[in-house]
């Protein structure tokens, strides 16, 4: 029963999605726009003395190639569950979307499922591109490390952004959660620079960052080959922290639309 739920919600999007013909070339070439950016700003960073600090990584753009392509993919967890509660109170439509027999908790885990299937294969297309046309070296990716590591960091970011249309729903307006993630996070987390690089006080912030321990594992999976036993500490804090999020956001969002109905206030927006 869930699956056919889970393949209705994807074959949905795909009907909507395809009647927009050059929508996904236009998302693709945007996405690679970065990664011709930071390919000239690598050759900068080669001759200086910071240089150094990437040289386990294979050098400064397949770390910023990684910090690019998973941060945004990540952000991507975070706002896409806003995002379509946002949408459907735009077309007057969420009411009737959480009246049906499917409950409201397996309504928002299954709307973006056909974004992320989309944006997935976003994030292949730079890897794709950085390796075959940039000379990005990923012969020694472990991709079991690298596929353990990518779920439980969508996991984990799924749970904050269950937690952001939850709050949506009560607030009508973007929420605290979306505006922090999307300021702070990927600069604080080490997507573009070294968490190192950062004021000493900054970096405990840092180090509570789910977006820090995802790309750390992320980049000793993909560049150096890391097993899991290896990733433990990351993987286990990436775990936890969806262990504890997506009960929390599933529950909130389920007192949120309930409190809707009482109001009447679902439509609003």
């Not at 056919?4 to 909507?16: H, L, N, T, W």
């Not at 900068?44 to 150094?52: G, I, K, M, T, Y």
């Not at 799924?158 to 996070?185: H, N, R």
Request: proline letters at 4%.
């Amino acid at each position: 029963m869930l699956l056919s739920k889970a393949r209705a919600f994807i074959e949905r999007d795909f009907v909507v999605e395809s009647s927009y013909k050059a929508a996904f070339a236009f998302e693709s070439l945007r996405s690679l726009f970065p990664l011709f950016s930071f390919y000239y700003v690598s050759q900068l960073v080669a001759r200086s003395p910071l240089s150094s600090r990437f040289a386990d990584d294979g050098g400064y753009f397949p770390f910023v190639v990684v910090g690019v392509a998973l941060s945004t993919y990540f952000m991507h967890a975070v706002h896409s569950f806003g995002g379509i509660v946002r949408r459907t109170q735009a077309v007057g439509c969420l009411e009737a979307v959480l009246s049906t027999r499917t409950s409201p908790q397996t309504v928002i885990l299954l709307s973006p499922l056909y974004s992320f299937c989309s944006k997935t294969l976003h994030i292949v297309l730079i890897f794709v591109v950085g390796g075959l046309v940039l000379d990005v070296d990923f012969r020694r990716c472990n991709y079991v490390s690298a596929v353990a590591t990518l779920g439980l960091a969508v996991a984990a970011f799924s749970g904050l952004g269950i937690l952001s249309a939850a709050l949506i729903v009560v607030l009508k307006k973007s929420d605290p959660i979306e505006w922090v993630m999307g300021s702070t996070l990927s600069l604080l987390s080490g997507a573009y620079f070294p968490v190192s690089l950062l004021p000493q006080w900054v970096r405990p912030l840092a180090a509570c960052s789910p977006m820090t321990h995802a790309l750390n594992a992320m980049r000793l999976a993909v560049l150096q080959g890391y097993s899991v036993s290896r990733l433990g500490r990351e993987l286990t804090s990436l775990g936890a922290t969806a262990v504890v999020l997506i009960p929390i956001g599933v529950y909130c969002f389920g007192k949120a639309v309930e409190k809707g109905r009482r109001d009447g206030t679902l439509l609003d927006h």
